[in-house]
């Protein structure tokens, strides 16, 4: 009875009705997987913390330009996410408990695949990976994709270094004093320590370290640099929590500080404009310039606080050049490295803000895409 | 999957465009495989109600990452259409269960009902976007390939659910 | 200089504070862990499905009298959960994927003590457990303790049966064409199957099946009786979606079936009037009654909606006795088993709705303590 | 640990009764085990503001499941006091994480500044009740012991957060 004869019947009688309707009957269809293209400028990773569960936590991939979700990036308790300079690579550093909230963890470092959103491999590293709300300078690849660099905090901190060719822990470099790494180059990090100083470690390509400098970069008990940086290259821009900004060209083994100058008027500083946001920074490297979230009426309890809006420094001189705003408060900022380039920002709301810097326009807001994004990355 | 997307879709999202139950003799412990054989359905109370809203356009009318597009009708949990696959494609990196349960929705363009089948995407968990429930077609879970409230991710290498796609498998008699 | 010196010299100027103070300085702390007393009658278990991440899920454990949050258990992938008899242990039966999303699969029965809501014991079971919206009847313990039964789905179907004395699988009974394990006395369940009989499977002292029935219940061609049933002691009670009631007394090794009533009069079905939600029914074995979620304008895509409307029926006439009100939707209910009973409902909104029976009045809500509960069990 | 409860407690729970940042000297490498030794504090610019806005009781006033008690003042994540423990207490099956940071809160009763440890309570997830920021003595993560965007159950079996107690370590000078 309920054989395929069955069916067949139903088809012939669809078959009569076919002739009827001014459509053609649909056809059968099978089911179908999703590629991505090669990733293009724009296309954005959205880093969700989801802070009410923050067990199996994801990155959310999508393109600000046509506002599309394209897929996601499952994780391990808020694991940082990293982008592979040939764009090939989502690398992910991942915790996994056995039994999900107990048990015996595992520590691992994933590669993705771009296009497909699959995971290529993975290699075990040392159960140290640090658990903190997402800092963009936690996990990063070496200019050449050689390296891929994993901040540890036990609360001991180090540095797992992958060899991603071998795809193999190649070393741990101990750095006492000191946390994160920002990558320079081909076989550098820096990292920014207790007492002020930046910390800059050369490899060589076995991953091991060739080299190791400490250079004075500000007073700790003056002030409060946030970690939060953003680069240019070589150059990287921190911002005090006062709204000073502190940079240094980090290409050669000791870095170089550069001169301090001030997003603020005095004027400014005055009515209680400084920044403040979780990644509060971001640059626009064919544009040298950089964003900044902005309060007007801060706080030193606000410096970790979102804003809607955002100041706009011309990085060669200082100046400031726009105010952009946003419809809703951001938390974290990131800017495309085209030509042609977006700034984008994480909402608290879970969306993404997205702005043209041509225009400096608000082109739109990509509503509910995750649930808690620290962070928005892009190539 | 069928999941408590009442829980944050409560607007109007149900629409009267199936075409009543339909019943499924279960054929528990062998696997529905797709590809093999297309699940039979026997159609015992079909009514004919209103239509979608949406104004027809040819041959397969309506937007697929509204849950009111036709072929929702029995759909149950996010759209992959709105995580990064299409109305008949799953996301990427994810793998589509080769286990699922069908529903029959009247295409509002031709009038014709059709049989649907709603593959889950699996391997990741919950996309979290566009979710859908239309249960007018459902049976209580002694019927599993009509009911919607089971994890259909069983056909995967992983049964964590991500999505749910709607695929045409022929016309219901 | 950072030595505890300086903190003793805090201590001495703290003295000093003291005497000009009103109030004693407090005392240093050391920080305690909090264990639960035994449950007592009202005490509540809310199974929350969370449908945006469904990997690392939760019960959480409250108390509907002063209204408190009393903790939680952490659970895996939507697990169901069930209670012993004696009150001692909360049994889960949990689905662990190495890499959460993905990677091997691992299924466990786990025994928690309802005091300390810390792992007792755990074992490895047949890696089938059915995953489905949360099922009441998909987990359960024998009358005596001894046996846990756990519903599988792979699409076959089958049950596990769990020695809790011996802590390891004894039996996994197939139960073909039929779902869920409806517990009997100390060594029989019950399954409802789509052909609409009632299987009764009742087992020896080693989990071996010794007995198997088959009872005409239905007919699913012309009706639909929803599985989540409620029972008094072996008395299982069922509804249909158009409100006819559907019970049978289970004690025997076949089920006797009672006569069947309905929810509405003529007029009320006329009117609309049929009952729909997840877990739409509750009994309250010490006033034999029987709390049904009911729609007026019902339709038959509604039948698993929620609804504020609460029934009130007299299990020995039939007869309709209150009409409970909710403030917010309502989708799956419990009452306690003792004299003073409570009827619990799980909130859309995340909520824990709590009517005291004697008054039947609406005491409060317990807003916000979970995400999506689909089940609220009692002891 | 310190989130993003801004996410979830957008209301004015940021009350101005804290005394001024403070600066602890980190060492980094080596555990904080409370209990051996309390936390040290350099502080450098001690200002006094408003207290509480709750009329003081004797001794120890204020609601402890309101993110606005005196002793939360440097606390960020899920307040154990509504998640099944109390201000000192962690929740049932939960164990305390032995490295903590930690906070100085004036009392409004006693006009006493305290040393708080802001202990971590592990091995479920997050209890999800009572999200509650607040930032004014924190410091960049280059001093963890007085960051809290750092999940601190790292002197625990399980390192999964679930909440957080505040317990009075002593008196700050």
Request: glycine share 8%; charged share 20%.
């Amino acid at each position: 009875m309920h054989s395929s004869k069955k069916l067949a019947c139903g088809l012939m009688l669809a078959s009569g009705l076919i002739s009827a309707s001014a459509f053609a009957v649909l056809p059968e269809e099978s089911v179908g997987n999703t590629v991505l293209s090669a990733p293009g400028d724009h296309r954005s990773y959205m880093v969700d913390f989801e802070f009410n569960n923050m067990v199996s936590t994801r990155v959310v991939v999508v393109d600000p330009d046509s506002k599309t979700y394209l897929g996601m990036i499952p994780t391990g308790h808020a694991a940082p996410a990293a982008l592979s300079k040939d764009r090939k690579t989502v690398y992910t550093a991942d915790i996994f408990f056995s039994r999900y909230t107990r048990g015996d963890r595992t520590d691992v470092l994933t590669a993705w695949d771009s296009t497909t959103l699959s995971p290529k491999w993975e290699v075990k590293i040392p159960t140290k990976r640090a658990f903190t709300l997402t800092e963009r300078f936690a996990l990063n690849t070496s200019a050449d994709d050689k390296f891929v660099y994993i901040y540890n905090f036990t609360p001991s901190t180090s540095v797992t270094v992958v060899d991603t060719e071998k795809q193999e822990v190649v070393n741990e470099l101990a750095i006492q004093g000191c946390i994160l790494n920002y990558p320079v180059g081909d076989r550098r990090f820096a990292s920014l320590c207790g007492d002020g100083s930046l910390q800059v470690i050369t490899l060589n390509d076995a991953g091991k370290e060739v080299n190791r400098t400490s250079t004075k970069f500000f007073d700790p008990d003056l002030e409060r640099l946030v970690e939060r940086a953003t680069n240019v290259g070589s150059t990287y821009y921190f911002v005090t929590t006062d709204g000073d900004v502190l940079s240094a060209d980090l290409s050669g083994k000791k870095p170089e500080i550069l001169p301090r100058w001030s997003l603020t008027t005095e004027e400014q500083r005055a009515k209680g404009w400084a920044p403040g946001g979780w990644q509060l920074i971001a640059t626009a490297p064919a544009l040298n310039r950089m964003y900044v979230l902005m309060h007007s009426d801060h706080k030193p309890h606000k410096w970790e606080d979102p804003s809607t809006i955002i100041w706009e420094f011309d990085l060669k001189t200082g100046e400031k050049m726009r105010t952009l705003e946003s419809p809703n408060l951001i938390w974290s900022l990131s800017a495309t490295s085209d030509d042609d380039p977006l700034l984008l920002g994480t909402s608290i709301e879970g969306g993404l803000e997205i702005f043209d810097l041509g225009s400096g326009q608000h082109t739109g807001t990509m509503a509910g895409v995750t649930k808690t994004p620290t962070l928005v990355i892009n190539h | 999957m069928k999941f408590l997307d009442r829980f944050f879709e409560r607007s109007s999202r149900h629409v009267a465009n199936t075409t009543g139950r339909r019943h499924f003799i279960a054929k528990f412990g062998s696997l529905l495989a797709i590809g093999t054989a297309a699940p039979v359905l026997l159609p015992i109370d079909r009514t004919s109600k209103a239509l979608a809203a949406e104004s027809p356009k040819a041959g397969d009318p309506g937007d697929p990452t509204s849950c009111d597009y036709w072929r929702y009708c029995s759909v149950d949990g996010f759209l992959c259409s709105c995580c990064g696959g299409s109305v008949t494609s799953c996301p990427p990196g994810t793998e589509t269960s080769q286990v699922t349960w069908v529903g029959t929705c009247r295409n509002p363009a031709d009038g014709i009902d059709y049989i649907i089948s709603y593959n889950d995407c699996c391997g990741k968990h919950s996309c979290g976007q566009c979710a859908c429930t239309r249960n007018d077609s459902e049976e209580p879970m002694y019927r599993p390939f009509n009911n919607n409230d089971i994890n259909w991710c069983l056909g995967a290498e992983s049964n964590v659910y991500n999505c749910t796609v709607a695929v045409i498998r022929g016309i219901a008699t």
